[in-house]
Antibody, heavy 122, light 108 residues
Framework: EVQLVESGGASVQPGRSLRLSCVASGFTFDDYAMHWLRQVPGKGLEWVSG????????NYADSVLGRFTISRDNAKRSLYLQMNSLRADDMAVYYCAKDGGLINALYYFDSWGQGTLVTVSS | SYVLTQPPSESVAPGQTARLTCGGINIDTENVHWYQQKPGQAPILVVYDTSDRPSGIPERFSGSSSGNTATLTISRVEAGDEAGYYC???????????FGGGTKLTVL
């Protein structure tokens, strides 16, 4: 069974940094692209960033480009999101998700973690 | 950027058929994916590549697409189907995935 467990969510002030982590199990982690998505409570879903299995291709939503950095450690079966210069509109539940494609990223999300809450407030 | 439009809410009686729509320009040329999200839970993929079902998803869930509208059809609706449903595809202009705003399905 695929399991994705996020951690690192916290309450921070605007302008500060935070690092999210996601540990994967139940599948061959280094065969799949991985993604971060987010959701403001009560609102819709937004894709944030994605990384291919070998980290060769990385992309970001325009809203986080230049502030957030995605990375992965296949030996640790882990996905990360470094978030810098946090703003009030970054406040959301952040989900780690597995790509639906084997090796080739297909940009749909067939397994999701339970999410970790990031609050940005002064 | 590519915009996906979903009605905010739909309602259906138990045992009836729910048809949830997702509008986008020439959406029938894209792969569309659908997610179910119940309150306090993470989304679950219920249809991918417009009409395929992941393992474990009941056959009552099906997807289709024509022209500018993709549709998620839920047959023989049950109380447990009450949830938010989101469509998603690829925005070739912005070069990233894009979601519709979601439809809240109420089972009467």
């Amino acid at each position: 069974e695929v399991q994705l467990v996020e951690s690192g969510g916290a309450s921070v002030q605007p302008g500060r940094s935070l690092r999210l982590s996601c540990v994967a199990s139940g599948f061959t982690f280094d065969d799949y692209a991985m993604h971060w998505l987010r959701q403001v409570p009560g609102k819709g879903l937004e894709w944030v960033s994605g990384i291919t299995w070998n980290s060769d291709n990385i992309n970001y939503a325009d809203s986080v480009l230049g502030r957030f950095t995605i990375s992965r450690d296949n030996a640790k079966r882990s996905l990360y999101l470094q978030m810098n210069s946090l703003r009030a509109d970054d406040m959301a539940v952040y989900y780690c998700a597995k790509d639906g494609g084997l090796i080739n990223a297909l940009y749909y999300f067939d397994s999701w973690g339970q999410g970790t809450l990031v609050t940005v407030s002064s | 950027s590519y915009v996906l439009t979903q009605p905010p809410s739909e309602s259906v009686a138990p045992g009836q058929t729910a048809r949830l729509t997702c509008g986008g320009i020439n959406i029938d040329t894209e792969n569309v994916h659908w997610y179910q999200q119940k309150p306090g839970q993470a989304p679950i993929l219920v249809v991918y590549d417009t009409s395929d079902r992941p393992s474990g998803i009941p056959e009552r869930f099906s997807g289709s697409s024509s022209g500018n509208t993709a549709t998620l059809t839920i047959s023989r609706v049950e109380a447990g189907d009450e949830a938010g449903y989101y469509c998603q595809t690829w925005d070739g202009t912005g070069d990233h995935p894009v979601f519709g705003g979601g439809t809240k399905l109420t089972v009467l």
